[in-house]
């Protein structure tokens, strides 16, 4: 199946600072990019769907100034948790939609587990 | 509302036996469902995909079956092994980009 890559898959930072996920599809290109949240022993909570060279759409609950999500091409995709707190620690995953690829099968990152000191 | 569900939460079974996960939904108009694998720590890893026109997908020691009408999909493992232990995800989409995903099933092999 395709390869979707995330990075980095841990990452700690200090309360207050900004940390960028990046999410790139390896071998083939993403029209559509979605972003989610794991928490611990629970379901994946979509927050935002991306789609190449426009704004990404959140949903509801989610707020766009603290994700930031940009999707500049079609093999990249970024989440930037802006000012995190130890409430954002949490587990980011991204998926991807293959372009032209008519199933909708969705190819998913490794993850990337976030702690807020 | 569309919402997904899986039963159960979690199964431990003896290494050998033949196993069923199962995943209801609320919406029969769905496109698609998929079985993903998730390891403890990881990202998910997609096992099977049915689309709304097909009854069932095998891979391996793996087949799942979908039924529209009654809202229900299954997950069928044979010859469970140890390391098939993981959770188990499925999730339908229900819209070009709506995907709604099951609370998923913890599975333990005991070997």
């Known amino acids: 199946g395709a390869v979707v890559s995330q990075h980095p898959s841990r990452v700690i930072c200090k309360s207050g600072t900004s940390v960028k996920i990046e999410c790139r599809s390896l071998?083939?290109?993403?029209?559509?990019m979605f972003w989610y949240r794991q928490f611990p022993k629970k379901s994946l909570m979509l927050m935002a769907t991306s789609n190449e060279g426009s704004k990404a759409t959140y949903e509801q609950g989610v707020e766009k100034d603290k994700f930031l999500i940009n999707h500049a091409s079609l093999t990249l995709s970024t989440l930037t948790v802006t000012s995190a707190h130890p409430e954002d620690s949490s587990f980011y995953i991204c998926?991807?939609?293959?372009?032209?690829?008519?199933?909708?099968?969705?190819?998913f990152g490794e993850g990337s587990r976030l702690t807020v000191l | 509302k569309q919402e997904v569900t899986q039963i159960p939460a979690a199964l431990s079974v003896p290494e050998g036996e033949n196993l069923v996960l199962n995943c209801s939904f609320t919406d029969s108009a769905i496109y698609n469902l998929q079985w993903f694998r998730q390891d403890p720590g990881k990202g998910l890893t997609s096992l099977l995909l049915?689309?709304?026109?097909?009854r069932e997908q095998t891979s391996g020691r793996l087949n799942a079956s979908l039924d529209k009408s009654s809202g229900r999909s299954t997950l069928y493992i044979a010859a469970s092994q140890p390391g098939d232990s993981a959770t188990y995800l499925c999730?339908?989409?229900?819209?070009?980009?709506?995907?709604?995903f099951g609370t998923g099933t913890r599975l333990k092999v005991l070997a």
């Open positions: 049915i689309q709304s026109s097909q």
């Open positions: 998926s991807a939609r293959q372009l032209g690829e008519g199933t909708g099968e969705l190819f």
């Open positions: 071998d083939f290109q993403a029209t559509t």
């Open positions: 999730a339908g989409r229900f819209g070009a980009y709506k995907y709604i």
